[in-house]
């Protein structure tokens, strides 16, 4: 009996933890309106449900695929399709919270960078990017 009260106490914990995470991240999606914008940008205003859809798919397989503990075994020509996707999603993330903070624009006449823009903005890109290569191919356990 006290087992199965143990059971049922963690089970609605991780499901109350899965709700908060789950209410955050659309909270954020929503704050920094990513999603219309992509609708926007696309211009595929009657075909918005497509990325709400994937949105919501992506976030589901990958909930299952870490609970469950899923595997691919795949050449690394094939994996680096998904990481493509994965880096466009990360970089509209965090430029959409940039935009929203206005982070670049403060920093920049703050600083006296301005005439400096470009290359502030080159320079975050390829950082970025070359953080993530090495990350993925240097660091990462194979």
Known sequence: MIEAAGFALVSVVALAGGFAVGSAFIALLIVLDLIPRLVQ???????????????????????????????????QAILLIPAVFQGVFVGMMSAALTEVLNVIPILTKQLGLKRY??????????????????????????
């Open 41 to 75: 940008l696309t211009r595929a205003h009657r075909r918005s449900w497509v990325f709400e859809s994937a949105l919501l798919a992506g976030a589901v397989y990958w909930c299952c695929a870490d609970f469950f503990g899923w595997r691919f075994v795949l050449p």
């Open 117 to 142: 823009l470009f290359a502030l903005l080159i320079a975050l890109a390829l950082g970025k990017t070359t953080g993530s290569l090495v990350d993925w191919l240097i660091l990462q356990p194979r």
